[in-house]
Structure formats: C-alpha cells, structure tokens
C-alpha cells in the first residue's frame, strides 16, 4: 500500500524525492548520449514529471523574481580575486545596470585570468582539480589576478533544483557580505560538486558549504541563500557571456568556436562564449590543443612581461 504524502515524515520525503531523481537520471542515461564538454540542452521529458516534486523538497522553492541590484565585488559579473587571495572592491549594480568590464594591463604584472565556470559541470571540476592549486598559488603571490565568473546554464541539468543558480548565488552573497571567504568558498563548491543530472544540493547543505569555507551561517547569509537573491544576475551572467558579448576580450581577441576543432568565431561578430570552462588570460582565450599546459602559458606571458619592461629600461 502507498504512504500518504501527508503523513510522510521531512526524511522520508526526500528520500523519495532522491529515489525519483535517480531513477530519472538512470532513464536520461539510457536515452542519450551527451558530450559533456559542450553545452547541454534542455531536461528530457522523462523528467518532467518529477520536477516540481524534487524542487520542493531539495531546492526549498527558489524564487523567480525580476532582475535585482546585483552583489557587491562583482560589478563584472564575476568576483575578483588579487594578491593574498583578496577580493577587490567594487559596488554593487543597480537593477538592469550594464555589467563593467574588469580593467586590467597586458604589459604589466599581474596577469589578469579571467575563468568561467559552471558550479555543477563536470568538465569545470576536472579544470579545478587540474589547475586550480596552480590558479590559487599564483594568485596569492600576486603574479596574475583571478576573475571567476559564475553561470548557471547547467541548470535543467539538477533533475529540477537549479543547483547551477543556487550555487552560483552562495558565492554571490558570500563575495558581497563576507568577501575574506569567497575565495575558499568557490573552492568548497568544486570539492564537494554533486554529479551532474543528480538533485542538486539543498540550500542547508550549500549553506554548511559556506562554514566548511570560513564563512559564518548569520542570519544575512542564510537569507541571501533561501531567497535566491542574486539568482536573476546569475542570470545576466549568461545572457552577457553566451548571448551577448563577453566582456574583458582584448581587441580582435576571437573565441573559440568549436572547442574540438578549434575553429574560431567570425571577428565581425561579437565574441560570446561556447562552453565550460573557459579561461581567458589577458583578452586572449587560452585553448589547450593550441597553447599547451595552462601554468607554461602563464609562465610564457609573465616571462614576456618581464622582458619587455627590461628592454624598456
């Protein structure tokens, strides 16, 4: 006999909502093939149906609300991260505000990267395990500055919860209310990334994420998260990344246009990025089958840098 749902216990619940989710994801292995490298489409439909059930208890109901002011340190749309893994300062959007370019020097130190990430991509994991300890050290030392751009467009990919925004507003409320965190808080998020096509984790769960990266659990913080309040500008993110322009791109600076063939975008068009991650080191895009190990490329332009401003006296 079924349980009634009313009478089902907060666990039992989302056990069930757990047992729906994998047996939809075991149902989208089956039926498709994806490449994870590029960028996923929408839910398939053996999902569907379990969406608002899976939703409700994992990601408590995320609000869609209309675009807001934006988090404070990431006027860019990505959070700033310079020597002693500080973050730099920068105010906060307002509402429908156009997002500002992060300004930088290509013949000086520090060597600004730019990387976009998707909290809930497999592929943007692998590049953290790969490199981020490298990215890390040589931004704490203050040879290059780190830009990390949050997205969400893996969100269909959650089995209903949109983790990629969740996830992406825990490190918008952390970088605008306890910036000291950010930074090893971006890095809990890869370290305890969920699989993707799995129910994301829960908004308590992102918030004990938050602590394991230093921040504290007040009651600030535990607002920006159960509210979602800077999901609609991790929105923006993708529409000015993917749909618009990315910003930051040095000029005639072309993107990748198919990252297994390399081929590039039409230079008369604007550059709008393909995939995740992507890393861009001083407006240029870094492409691994064209450019080699990322930490040699870095090596590469602070050892030109270095020996322009020798020849410069």
Known sequence: MSQNPERLTKNERRAQARE?????????RKREKRNRLLLQGGVA????????????????????AAPTAGPKNMQSGGVVFGENLEVKETPA????EKRIATEFNVNQRPVHVVTYVDY???ACGSFEE????????????????????????????????????????LLACVASTQPEHAFKVHKELFADQPKEGAAGHSNEKLLEIAVKGGAKKNA?????????????FIDGNVTQAMQTEVLGLAKGSQLIDNIQTGELQDAKQPQTLRSTPT?????????????GDLESYLLKTLQDIDADATEAG
């Open 120 to 122: 809930l991509c497999p």
């Open 130 to 169: 790969t490199y981020g300890p490298m990215l890390e050290q040589y931004t704490g030392s203050g040879d290059i500055s780190l830009e990390v751009y949050p997205l969400n467009f893996l969100d269909p990919q959650s089995a209903g919860t949109k983790y990629s925004s969740r996830a992406g507003n």
């Open 279 to 291: 890393a861009i080191v001083n407006g240029k895009q870094w492409y691994q089958p064209r450019d």
């Open 93 to 96: 959007l307002a509402a429908g």
């Open 20 to 28: 729906l989710a994998r047996q939809a994801r075991e149902a989208e």
């Open 45 to 64: 439909a053996a999902l569907v149906a379990i969406v608002a059930i899976v939703a409700l208890v994992i990601a408590n109901g995320v609000r869609e």
């Open 220 to 232: 600030e913080l535990e607002k920006c998260v159960n509210d979602g309040k800077f999901v609609s």
